[in-house]
């Protein structure tokens, strides 16, 4: 059984930091494609960042030069380091692996919260 959770949300003062984790199961986590996704109330859900097994990786402009994605696959955990938040970044954070091209799975989602 294939799951994803998320850990490491919480509030935060702009311009702090947060470092979101995820941990696979049921997965042979370092071949997966891995990514990061948010939905802030009253908007659709979007890619933050993305790495693949190689270790490349990819951002949303937004993100650019402030997050940094990273994964660890002795561990089966895959991160997420959030500095210079910005109230703009409150959303609700997801974990999500896409596994033989087709199945996708989510975790159960994080909350960020940035006050100004």
């Known amino acids: 059984q294939v799951q994803v959770v998320e850990s490491g949300g919480g509030l935060v003062q702009a311009g702090g930091s947060l470092r979101l984790s995820c941990v696979g199961s049921?997965?042979?986590?370092?071949?997966?494609?891995m990514g990061w996704y948010r939905q802030a109330p009253g908007k659709q859900r979007e890619l933050v960042a993305r790495?693949?097994?190689?270790?490349?990786?990819n951002y949303a402009d937004s993100v650019k030069g402030r997050f940094t994605i990273s994964r660890d696959n002795a561990k089966n955990t895959m991160y997420l380091q959030m500095n210079s938040l910005k109230p703009e970044d409150t959303a609700v954070y997801y974990c999500?692996?896409?596994?033989?091209?087709?199945?996708?799975?989510w975790g159960q989602g994080t909350q960020v919260t940035v006050s100004s």
């Open positions: 790495i693949n097994s190689g270790g490349s990786t």
């Open positions: 999500n692996t896409v596994v033989n091209i087709r199945y996708d799975y």
């Open positions: 049921g997965i042979t986590f370092s071949i997966q494609p």
